[in-house]
């Protein structure tokens, strides 16, 4: 799927809906659309990450462990079962943190809404990073086209090439957004860094990109990092 084509289906996904009104105020309390438990990186079990989604009252959440969806059915549980109870449950999304190289440049990319049936997506769900052909970005988000998801740029400002640079290659490919609001600073209470999150809203304003937040967190605390 070609830039212009990925632009015209966006603004049709369901989740562009949530991403259009993201700002720096949505995270750790409404938004969290980028977290990981124990079934990669993280500290926190499925069922802990869904318990704190409750209590904090996230309205959306997903659950982007690298390369691994692992997550996601205990998580869907807990949250129909607390539902069910007459608890307040967030959305939640499918997502799940890929590896990739972008403009020489190794990254991170958000695939987040996709479908229940993600064949395209298997490669890349195996616990490990793909090598050759299938780790190049625009193979990447292809995938994530495939399987009616979007493909964000993770953490833009976290990587050897500048975010300008990230962020024109990656419109280039046909990437639906970037990861907006983000604590670079890494703060046990998470915030948004000013100015360089500032920075990013615009260029992907000026680009008609959907712009996302999350924590990011890997540790104990949904509102950390």
């Not at 049709?12 to 977290?35: D, E, I, W």
């Not at 079962?81 to 959305?91: E, I, L």
């Not at 229940?116 to 890349?124: G, N």
């Amino acid at each position: 799927m070609g830039a212009a084509a990925t632009l015209h289906e966006r603004h049709k996904h369901p989740l562009a809906q949530v991403l259009q009104s993201v700002g720096p105020q949505c995270c750790p309390t409404r938004v969290n659309l980028h977290c990981h438990t124990h079934c990669s990186d993280g500290s926190l079990s499925p069922q802990d990450l869904a318990h704190q989604a409750i209590t904090i009252g996230l309205e959306h959440l997903a659950v982007t462990d690298h390369h691994s969806t692992a997550a996601h059915a205990p998580i869907a549980a807990e949250l129909a079962a607390r539902a069910a109870k007459g608890n307040r449950v967030p959305q939640f999304w499918r997502g799940v943190e890929i590896s990739a190289l972008l403009d020489g440049c190794l990254v991170h990319v958000l695939a987040l809404g996709f479908g229940a049936e993600h064949v395209s997506l298997s490669p890349y769900l195996e616990g490990v990073s793909q090598v050759g052909p299938a780790l190049q970005a625009w193979v990447v988000v292809q995938a994530i086209h495939a399987c009616g998801g979007l493909a964000l740029l993770a953490h833009p400002a976290r990587y050897r090439l500048p975010h300008q640079r990230l962020i024109a290659a990656a419109a280039e490919l046909g990437f639906d957004g970037a990861e907006t609001w983000y604590d670079y600073s890494m703060q046990p209470l998470w915030s948004p860094t000013p100015v360089v999150c500032d920075a990013i809203s615009r260029d992907l304003t000026k680009r008609g990109l959907l712009q996302s937040c999350g924590t990011d967190t890997h540790g104990h605390d949904l509102c950390g990092r």
